[in-house]
């Protein structure tokens, strides 16, 4: 009768303690759900919804039909103003191109032009000095080694065709190759 006493006093011992766990588990939960509650579901929704407007294709279609290559740098313009998230994605997918290192993505605005800029030859081009240069007495720019914005306003724009930004950004590329050769 003793060990039968002990044996359930175990296992009562044991259940106390797994339901101990359980309410535990049912709190964290239950702190969980009003944390939910709290939230606003429709930015969750559009979080993890796997969107491109139309006007996001129309960006790249753009960039696409304007894509010019010049050795290992990858030029490409949205003659329509487009966000600067886009900009800088579409320099990216410039940029993943086989035959490119450094690109060069420019969009027109009613403002200026925007730019967007990126390099994966770090050692030879730094993308924030470049943009800088390029753009150095027309408009602003700068950013890191790999990725970098600029702006031309819109009184400077008309002083500037595609070809001349095109050679501005050639000519800072070629300084910078010559100083990181030496």
């Known amino acids: 009768l003793q060990k039968t006493t002990d044996k ?43 969107v491109m407007e139309m006007d996001d294709l129309k960006a790249y279609a753009a960039a696409i039909d304007t894509i010019h290559i010049y050795e ?12 600067d998230a886009m900009i800088a994605i579409i320099s990216d997918f410039i940029l993943a191109l086989d035959v490119v290192e450094v690109s060069i993505v420019y969009a027109t605005r ?22 800088r240069q390029a753009l150095e ?8 080694k790999t990725m970098a914005g600029g702006f031309i306003p819109k009184e400077n724009q008309s002083k500037l065709t595609d070809t001349m930004l095109e050679e501005r950004f050639i000519e800072a590329i070629e300084e910078q190759m010559k100083s990181t050769s030496v």
């Open 110 to 131: 009613s403002d200026g032009i925007k730019f967007s800029v990126r390099s994966e030859i770090t050692d030879f081009v730094d993308a924030g000095k470049l943009t």
């Open 137 to 144: 007495g027309v408009g602003s720019g700068g950013g890191h």
């Open 72 to 83: 290992n740098i990858g030029f490409s313009q949205i003659p329509f103003d487009c966000p």
């Open 8 to 50: 359930l006093s175990e296992d009562l011992t044991k259940q106390k303690e797994k339901l101990e766990s359980i309410k535990k588990e049912l709190e964290a939960l239950s702190e969980e759900r009003k944390t939910l509650e709290k939230a606003d579901k429709d930015k969750i929704r559009q979080m993890y919804k796997d």
